[in-house]
């Protein structure tokens, strides 16, 4: 097919964020508001897709446990082929599109086939939906990192870098991982850790929005009676924050830069010059 836009091949790879469409960043408005042709996941708000233009060719490439629309290799090859066809392409992830989004693969693919393209960061899912029930993943005195781990890896395995987190004292912040609960509450069980605290959220930062709360020790069954589905884990002592800064007792708070932020988490009164 020719290209009858007369637009040069283009591809934005671009982050939607943890679900509330509210927190797409502005580059990624204006990505979309540009774009000929948006290739978009299963974890993408559609609510995001209207601002795009009338005209846009929209395509439902998303993958979930038990159904495909694309395999990795076909989406590979679209987003070269609707960009030559077409000219300027949105691929629309989830999240980040460089945290489990195979957009690394993806910028890869394309820098082999010619086509330029540019990365638009999204807010990972990762601290925004625990941030968002009131779990920050580090706090002064409690976590001093945090780890972001997906619980399978391509072999369908869980991931041994799980085991690793699990002797640190960090968060542990655990995506994909709801099937393997069971096998993730034994690894920090045998690292002595049974009563480490843990939230499970499932459609974080969005209206439709579950959690329930526990320790290693009865996650499985609160998750399990609650009936939590696909979501993210969360593991560590900021657990025990939600209570005190979920949105219900959010009070107002001064605004900082990013540098007195950083210093004042650090415990110290002033920033360096």
Known sequence: MKNTNNNSPFVSLVGA??????????????????????????????????HAGATVKTIFVGKRKSLHACSQDEINQLLVDEARN??????LKGGDPFIFGRGGEEAAY??????????????????????????????????????????????GRLSGDIKMAARSGATVVILMGMNKLAEITEVFKAAKKPHTPV???????????????????????KAEREKIGPGIIVIGEVVKLHHLLSQDSFLPVAWHTDDEFIYQNLGLDTVPA
């Open 199 to 221: 939230a499970v959220i499932r459609n974080g930062t969005c209206n439709n929005q579950e959690y329930c709360i526990g320790t290693i020790e009865n996650i499985l069954d």
């Open 110 to 155: 394309l820098t082999e086939h010619g086509i330029p393209f540019r990365v638009i960061p999204g807010i990972s899912s990762s601290v925004a939906v625990p941030a968002n029930i009131g779990i920050p993943v580090t706090h002064r005195g409690i976590s001093e990192s945090f780890w972001v781990i997906t619980a399978t890896t391509s072999s």
């Open 86 to 91: 077409s000219g300027h392409v949105v691929r």
């Open 17 to 50: 964020g943890p679900g509330d469409p509210d927190l797409l960043t502005l580059k990624a408005v204006k990505a979309l508001e540009t774009a000929d042709v948006i290739l978009y996941d299963a974890l993408v708000n559609k609510e995001i897709l209207q």
